[in-house]
């Protein structure tokens, strides 16, 4: 019997469409490659094994009788996933965005395993990049790895193992599907009220199946049971995306926490926080002393002497104090508001987060996307994942990878989300936007550098 899609899993499937697709994207930017382009690409159809169900595909059951099930592609085209592109010599950051901002507003093709890697030539000093699309419904667990965790050696010189010989599995056919549905009802017939939501096409329906893990996330946040406060970030997206991207160094971030207090978290979203304030009145928006921007802010926290940077997960709903004026005064109040959360108990489990998105340690971005999707008009107005990663060098092909930046889709009624990753003494943030609605995202990447500058020089 082939592997079923769990239901919530499935769910996601059905909620996605066109213009919100769901997949979540990474850009690595690696030095010189020797070999080229050519050389990340056996890389990449070398480490297929480790991760199998990049081989397979969604196979839906007729007439939605249970949810689809994963089956090997006998169609497999490793060149289909793996494609090679460029920007015009000498590339500029600028370029290597436009080309992730059009890659990333393309949808995955359902007929295929839901992954592609863009493999780009023509950056400054002979860079490359990786730009990584991935649906979540392939990461279903603690246990499960993402294509470029694989592609990742702690050593230049990790050994390249042979291609393997692997040959497709027989893809079940409607009769099978049909007879390995009906079993399934016999062994548990809940499953029947279960697929019949689903069958019916109503995406309300469907994003019931959430609902209890949902509803334990509004229970864990206070403020949730309050709707998240108009902002222009709150829209419908179109099917269009602009990415931009925005750096910090970690020591910076630590010095401002050990003046000031709190976590670097706190002094990202209180970063985060002035520079949206700056973007807003830019923008001619009215901010007054209490208006706030409302973020869900899924976090992965590494205790002492803790080995899994992923182990333990807490999401919080955070109202961003844009209205303050005082940089130190958001800051407090961000850091309150955080450790308020935590001391009070709501603070959501790392099963319930587990349950609601199926996540591995490489993919936690996905995290906040999933936990807001069907939630983000009531709840917030954004989504801001933030991600530890190792602070030692990475290698892919023997070279060195020198920046790593997530970028995390969008969610109904959301034209920005923030994705923050820590790579080797340094911050790396990618901002997706609606090209639409926030089109200027690219200031509000400056904004945040120079926030990071400003508070800097001020505790320095």
């Not at 949810?67 to 000498?90: G, L, T």
């Not at 970063?271 to 208006?291: F, I, M, Q, Y």
């Not at 923050?420 to 340094?426: E, I, L, N, P």
């Amino acid at each position: 019997m082939a592997e079923r899609l769990t239901t919530l899993d499935a769910s996601y499937l059905y909620l996605e469409d066109a213009g919100a697709p769901m997949h979540v994207s990474g850009v690595l930017v690696l030095e010189p490659v020797e070999g080229g382009l050519d050389a990340l690409a056996d890389l990449v159809e070398a480490r297929l094994p480790l991760v199998p169900r990049y081989r397979q595909r969604v196979v839906p059951v007729p007439g939605r009788l249970a949810n689809p099930v994963w089956a090997d592609d006998p169609d497999f085209d490793v060149a289909y996933h793996v494609r090679q592109s460029a920007v015009p010599r000498p590339g500029t950051q600028a370029q290597l965005l436009d080309l992730v901002s059009r890659v990333t507003s393309r949808p995955l093709d359902r007929r295929r395993p839901l992954w592609e890697v863009y493999l780009v030539e023509g950056l400054a000093e002979g860079r490359v990049a990786v730009v990584t699309k991935t649906h979540p419904a392939l990461v279903d667990g603690l246990g499960a790895v993402d294509i470029a965790q694989v592609l990742l050696d702690t050593t230049p010189d990790a050994h390249l193992p042979p291609v393997d010989g692997w040959m497709p599995g027989r893809v079940p056919g409607p009769v099978d599907l049909v007879r390995d549905a009906l079993e399934e009802y016999v062994q548990r017939p809940a499953a029947v009220v279960d697929a019949a939501r689903s069958a019916v096409g109503d995406l309300r329906a469907t994003a019931a199946r959430v609902r209890g893990v949902a509803e334990g996330l509004a229970r864990a946040a206070g403020s949730a049971v309050v709707p998240a406060p108009h902002a222009p970030l709150s829209r419908t997206a179109g099917t269009e995306r602009r990415v931009a991207v925005a750096r910090a160094d970690l020591e910076d971030l630590r010095v401002i926490r050990k003046q000031r207090g709190g976590t670097v978290n706190d002094v990202l979203l209180g970063v985060l926080t002035g520079a949206l304030r700056d973007w807003l009145l830019s923008r001619g928006e009215p901010v007054l002393g209490s208006t706030v921007v409302r973020a869900l802010v899924p976090v992965s926290v590494q205790g002492e002497g803790q080995d899994d940077p992923g182990g333990t997960v807490a999401a919080h709903l955070v109202d961003l104090p844009v209205g303050e004026p005082n940089p130190w005064v958001r800051l407090a109040r961000l850091s309150y508001a955080m450790r308020n959360v935590t001391d009070s108990g709501r603070t959501v489990g790392a099963e319930t987060l587990i349950a609601l998105t199926g996540f591995a340690p490489p993919t936690l971005h996905a995290l906040g996307a999933r936990a807001a999707r069907g939630l983000s008009r009531r709840m917030s107005n954004l989504v801001v994942t933030n991600v530890p990663g190792p602070q030692v060098p990475l290698y892919a092909a023997g070279s060195r990878m020198l920046e790593v930046f997530p970028v995390v889709p969008l969610v109904a009624g959301q034209a920005l989300s923030v994705g923050m990753t820590s790579y080797d003494g340094r911050v790396y943030i990618g901002l997706n936007a609606d090209r639409d609605g926030v089109g200027d995202v690219d200031v509000l990447a400056d904004l945040i550098e120079q926030e990071v500058a400003a508070l800097t020089e001020s505790v320095r």
